[in-house]
């Protein structure tokens, strides 16, 4: 029903900006990419707008065409914002928000904000939205957007390995697989493909990892000093690293930014993340989640192992 919505406003109008959250990842990215290209297909004018670098690890996608600061807004029809769970995730781009919205994302806190709304939280991420939209429309899936669209998948999926993957998930990266992806190569930007500095960085922060809740909870902090120190302000991968420990069930990364501090959370099984969010101002998955504090790191930590002591209550 909303898909065919959607169809409708595509095939009616001419041109489109796509915007992906800010501090974009590969399913932000890769997504945008994919819709892109495939408007581009017919014949369609867009661009995607986002203020931050390409993250290192999908730079490899192709985005020279479409990837831009600034557009005149008079001459656009449609704003798609993808993988974006609130109208906040694309707040350093609002002069961009003055044509109708729609909104197309996986995150079970979607706001609904848009003019139109293709939230599914089944979705593994909203590269597999965009897979069934771009089949919807009967878009040739070549092999530049199967690359988008499985970076955008294994991307949120921790390569095939979280609870949103799905049966469904892999019928769709084989049928990708099909197009003449090369799946080694882009496991290798993807996973084995780190820069030094950022290496180097991230040894530093894991040797400083500390332990809440007889090791349940594993947490690090990352200040502005050390960023500087590494010229690297790039954390992926690091609460990931420290959710593997054995026993860990919750993860948290605080990352301090100019006036605030940014938490990030991982959990293993059941345990909910995301209502820590929710009840923060922020959004995210049963299992990966976030939000921001005006504070910070110490004050930051405070608030989080508040939070936590809910669920651990009794541990100590
Ligand atoms: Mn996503």
């Not at 995730?89 to 706001?111: S, Y």
């Not at 010229?231 to 054995?246: A, F, G, H, L, M």
């Not at 919750?250 to 605030?260: G, M």
Request: hydrophobic letters at 40%; a negative charge.
């Amino acid at each position: 029903m909303m898909m065919n919505n959607i169809i409708k406003i595509i095939k009616k109008n001419q041109s489109f900006i796509i915007l992906p959250h800010l501090k974009p990842d590969g399913d932000a990215i890769g997504s945008s990419l994919a819709l892109a290209k495939g408007l581009k297909k017919m014949n369609k004018n867009v661009k995607i707008i986002s203020m931050d670098d390409v993250p290192y690890d999908v730079k490899f996608l192709d985005c020279e065409d479409y990837l831009v600061n600034s557009v005149d807004m008079e001459s656009i029809d449609i704003v798609f914002a993808l993988d974006s769970s609130d109208i906040g995730r694309l707040e350093d781009r609002k002069e961009f928000l003055v044509k109708p919205i729609v909104n197309i994302d996986h995150h079970k806190t979607n706001t609904l904000y848009g003019e139109l709304n293709l939230v599914k939280e089944d979705a593994c991420a909203t590269g597999e939205i965009i897979y069934n939209l771009l089949n919807s429309l009967k878009i040739d899936i070549d092999s530049d957007i199967a690359t988008d669209l499985y970076t955008a998948i294994a991307s949120d999926t921790g390569n095939f390995m979280y609870s949103n993957t799905t049966a469904k998930t892999h019928e769709i990266a084989a049928e990708l697989i099909t197009k003449g992806i090369d799946v080694a190569e882009i496991s290798m930007y993807l996973y084995q493909n780190i820069p030094l500095n950022k290496f180097k960085f991230n040894t530093e922060v894991l040797s400083k990892v500390e332990f809440y809740f007889v090791s349940k909870v594993a947490l690090v902090t990352i200040s502005k000093e050390l960023k500087d120190k590494y010229e690297n302000d790039n954390t992926d991968s690091i609460v990931e690293s420290i959710r593997n420990i054995e026993g860990v069930e919750v993860a948290i990364l605080i990352d301090e930014r100019k006036n605030i501090a940014k938490i990030s959370m991982r959990s293993k099984k059941d345990i909910d993340v995301s209502s820590i969010a929710l009840n923060n101002g922020g959004g995210g998955h049963v299992n990966a989640a976030g939000f921001e504090v005006d504070s910070g790191l110490e004050a930051a930590k405070k608030i989080v192992i508040k939070e936590l002591g809910m669920i651990y209550e009794g541990i100590s």
